[in-house]
């Protein structure tokens, strides 16, 4: 089984289960390495990582690059544009 390392950025996040992004445009379901989780670390939307493939279903990242910024809700990281929509009049 040969594995291959790769960057790219978090996608969508789902119960555990993180789907990954290369620079092609393809993606990668990938789980978080166990060191985040004893760290206290989330991987978030957003989050640029390094991540391992092998012939397995699912990938496994293993390191979660330097943020930007972060959202707590939404739970987002390295946001660039923020847009705040409001009612002027109820509808």
């Not at 289960?17 to 166990?34: F, I």
């Not at 496994?60 to 847009?83: F, M, Y």
């Amino acid at each position: 089984m040969e594995k291959t390392t790769e960057k790219g950025i978090i996608v969508k996040s789902i119960g555990g289960l993180y789907t990954v992004e290369r620079a092609d445009g393809t993606t990668e379901d990938c789980r978080a390495k166990g060191v985040f989780r004893h760290s206290k670390i989330t991987p978030l939307a957003g989050d640029r990582v390094v991540f391992e493939c092998a012939d397995t279903k699912e990938g496994l990242i293993t390191e979660i690059l330097e943020r930007k910024n972060s959202l707590i809700r939404p739970a987002v990281a390295n946001v660039d544009l923020l847009c705040v929509v409001i009612a002027a009049k109820n509808p």
